[in-house]
Nanobody, 121 residues
Framework: QVQLVESGGGLVQAGGSLRLSCIASGRTSSRFAMGWFRQAPGKEREIVSTITWNGGYTAYADSVRGRFTISRDHAKNTVYLQMNSLKPEETAVYSC??????????????WGQGTQVNVSS
């Protein structure tokens, strides 16, 4: 079992920035990747970014590349998502997850409860 707790969400104006954090505890594995996903009302959950356990590889959705940065602190078992130049259409619940390095939600086994990000116009 792995427990994930996200924080850092909130209300921000368009063009602003937020940094999300996710702390993992429990039986983590070196084979796990950690990813960020988001889900807006009425839409399917989609990949935002993911990172391998050792931080050697990262992937980003095309829509966020160049604006968002994923990173991790291995000693603290924490992954971060720095989000810059936020857009109103990026209002969603942002969740972190652990699983196989992939852009598909179905490849992730454990999920946090999510943190709400609201971007006002």
């Amino acid at each position: 079992q792995v427990q994930l707790v996200e924080s850092g969400g909130g209300l921000v104006q368009a063009g602003g920035s937020l940094r999300l954090s996710c702390i993992a505890s429990g039986r983590t594995s070196s084979r796990f990747a950690m990813g960020w996903f988001r889900q807006a009302p009425g839409k399917e959950r989609e990949i935002v970014s993911t990172i391998t356990w050792n931080g050697g590889y990262t992937a980003y959705a095309d829509s966020v590349r160049g604006r968002f940065t994923i990173s991790r602190d291995h000693a603290k078992n924490t992954v971060y998502l720095q989000m810059n130049s936020l857009k109103p259409e990026e209002t969603a619940v942002y969740s972190c997850a652990v699983g196989t390095y992939s852009v598909r939600p179905s490849d992730y086994t454990y999920w946090g409860q999510g943190t709400q990000v609201n971007v006002s116009s």
